[in-house]
Structures are given as structure tokens and as C-alpha cells.
């Protein structure tokens, strides 16, 4: 393991209500990162999150599973990033108030389905010199 680029390497969850179209973009995250793109139904409730960077394909139902149970894996909870790949406004139930918490806390940002991985590469470098400690400006 590259321990300087395991600390550079993003640990992003994608949410979206579409799989098909959730599982593409994750694999491109995952590939343009060379991270590892994990399933959120693979991710071990270990106590702490990989140290690595990874993607992580998620639907949104699943984080209302997580939360009725305690709180959301590591891979979760220690996310840089999460995409929420908007298909519909608004919402209701355990997922809705999961997604409204990690907008809360500053990690969640909302796209369409069709925004060019370029806008995400942008948002999610702006994550990574957040969790630095890096200047606004300052390349990674």
C-alpha cells in the first residue's frame, strides 16, 4: 500500500434511486480514482472505516436500514463524500431523514443523473482538502 495515496484517495458513497445508472457512475468514480467500488450490502460493520479510499454504490433505502439499526457502517459514517443522484424531489420515511442528515452535516450534495463527471471530480477534490485541512484553492 502507497500510504500518500491512500490519503489523497477519496472515500465516496453514490446514492441514486436508479441502480443501473447508480452502479455506472460509481464504477466510473471508483475507476477514475483507482479506488476499489464496493456494494454498501458488502461493507463490513467493522469498527473503523478502510483506511484506503473507496466508492461505494448505495441505495438510499439502505441508509434507512442502517439508521433503524444503530447507525450506518464506518464506510458509511467516515464518507468524504456523498453523491445523491436526484431522481425525484422531496421524500418521506427513514431514507428521506438519513439523506436530510448528511446534508446537514455538510458531506451530501445532491446532482441529476445526468451531471458529466467532471462537475462530481470538482466536488469531490473540494472534500478531499476539506478533510486535510487544505486551503479552498489548493490542488490535490
Do not use: Q, S
Not at 452502479?23 to 478502510?50: E, G, Q
Not at 484506503?52 to 441505495?59: E, I, K, L, P, S
Request: proline share 11%; with cysteine; aromatic share 6%.
Amino acid at each position: 500500500m502507497n500510504a500518500a495515496r491512500d490519503a489523497a484517495a477519496p472515500r465516496v458513497v453514490v446514492l441514486g434511486a436508479d441502480g443501473r445508472l447508480r452502479a455506472a457512475r460509481a464504477d466510473r468514480l471508483a475507476a477514475h480514482y483507482r479506488v476499489p467500488r464496493r456494494a454498501a450490502a458488502d461493507i463490513p460493520a467493522a469498527p473503523c472505516p478502510p483506511p484506503a479510499g473507496y466508492v461505494v454504490d448505495a441505495a438510499p433505502r439502505l441508509l434507512a436500514r442502517f439508521a433503524g439499526a444503530g447507525g450506518p457502517p464506518p464506510a458509511l459514517a467516515f464518507a468524504d463524500l456523498m453523491v445523491h443522484l436526484r431522481t425525484v424531489v422531496g421524500g418521506v420515511g427513514d431514507a428521506y431523514r438519513a439523506i436530510r442528515y448528511y446534508e446537514a452535516r455538510g458531506v451530501l450534495v445532491g446532482f441529476r443523473p445526468d451531471v458529466p463527471d467532471e462537475e462530481l471530480y470538482v466536488v469531490i477534490e473540494a472534500a478531499l482538502r476539506e478533510r486535510r485541512g487544505g486551503p479552498p484553492g489548493a490542488r490535490i
